[in-house]
């Protein structure tokens, strides 16, 4: 896609005075890093970080058919949502490949708000309106901006510029009228790096504001302004999964670590016969993690080996800057997916030792 097509977050100027090395993501043009990605994963991991992710997608189901809607396209049940809470689900075609990993938010007893990957928000638009029955479908992404606040000093730098009391917003719950530095948002206890932290989502015109609000009260923090690259290497050592990447159609819930994500017991949903099968007969293949035990870094796409057998592919790899090791992540035969199992990664030709380790990379330890 040529650089003057590609679409703009109401920060495009922020980062462009900031600094920021522009690149081209879903269609997008946004910043992959500022200061440089390890400095910025470690600012996350130690103090906080703030990242635009506007330009994923917001779609919203309302109306009486709501409920029924949302559970015909999810795997999880939405049905266990209170208003205010927030569910992480794939959602599946029906011969199980996922289409897309969204999070979904009730916002009142028939409003759910879906938020889904910026390069799949066409794909998700028309597949969740397909099967929306007794309730509207609305494409709510130009109206939204999304900031994510991440870190262990999250909750303080965004306390001082709100009155809501943020230690009563539990993980995975949402707060819809939360007035940051003279903003209303949308706020919710969830992230994509393993730290606490929050999403914000102003009105879209109104991101600046609350940018330029967090960086400033933040600074005697840590704060740093956080690019793709960085949000990257943060999700694969919290072992999260990038869609396009270790998840698509080709995948199931069942053989990436998505299992706990499928409620059969919640009734009908679009792929559940094909997964009731695959949990019955059991998977092939599994999604693991691996670290490498000599000095080379996996890349996607690079090929997985057991002496001269291909036993899979390099979906996710990198150096992860906290855990300090090289770390992937691939699709591999079941039976060898137990920790300590060596397996080779072939880097252009050459071998390079590592070993199955159980997911995630690194956790965060409480408090």
Not at 58 to 68: N, R, W
Not at 282 to 297: C, P
């Amino acid at each position: 896609m040529a650089i003057n097509q590609l679409k703009r977050t109401s920060l495009y100027d922020v980062h462009v005075a900031a600094g920021a090395r522009m690149v081209e993501f879903g269609g997008w043009h946004m910043p992959v890093q500022y200061s440089g990605i390890v400095d910025e994963h470690r600012a996350v991991r130690s103090a906080a970080g703030l990242f635009d992710v506007s330009h994923m997608g917001e779609v919203e189901v309302a109306g009486p058919g709501a409920l029924e809607s949302v559970q015909r396209v999810v795997t999880n049940d939405a049905a266990k949502l209170s208003v205010g809470q927030v569910l992480y689900s794939p959602m599946c075609t029906p011969s199980g490949g996922i289409i897309d990993d969204v999070t979904v938010f009730r916002l009142g007893e028939a409003r759910y708000l879906f938020i889904v990957n910026a390069s799949t928000t066409a794909k998700d638009l028309a597949w969740i309106g397909e099967h929306t029955r007794g309730a509207q479908t609305l494409d709510r992404s130009s109206e939204f901006a999304l900031l994510a606040l991440q870190g262990p000093q999250a909750q303080p730098i965004l306390q001082r510029l709100t009155r809501t009391d943020l230690s009563a917003l539990k993980s995975f719950h949402i707060a819809a009228e939360v007035n940051v530095a003279g903003v209303r948002c949308l706020v919710s206890r969830t992230g994509y790096t393993g730290e606490d932290g929050f999403e914000i989502a102003p009105p879209w015109d109104e991101a600046p504001q609350v940018w330029e609000g967090l960086m400033e009260t933040g600074r005697r923090e840590g704060l740093m302004p956080v690019g793709l690259g960085a949000r990257d290497t943060l999700r694969l050592e919290a072992g999260f999964m990038l869609y396009g990447n270790d998840i698509d159609e080709t995948t199931s819930p069942l053989e990436a670590p998505l299992g706990w994500t499928v409620r059969f017991d919640k009734g009908s949903f679009i792929g559940r016969e094909i997964l009731l099968a695959q949990k019955e007969q059991g998977v092939t293949r599994k999604l693991a993690g691996f670290e490498m035990t000599e000095r080379a870094i996996p890349r996607h796409g690079y090929p997985l080996r057991v002496g001269d057998e291909e036993i899979g592919r390099v979906t996710s790899g990198t150096f992860g800057p906290w855990v300090n090791k090289s770390i992937g992540m691939g699709y591999v035969p079941k039976a060898l997916t137990k920790s300590g199992t060596p397996v080779d990664v072939d880097i252009r030709g050459k071998a390079a030792r590592a070993t199955i380790v159980k997911l995630p990379f690194y956790k965060r330890t409480a408090g």
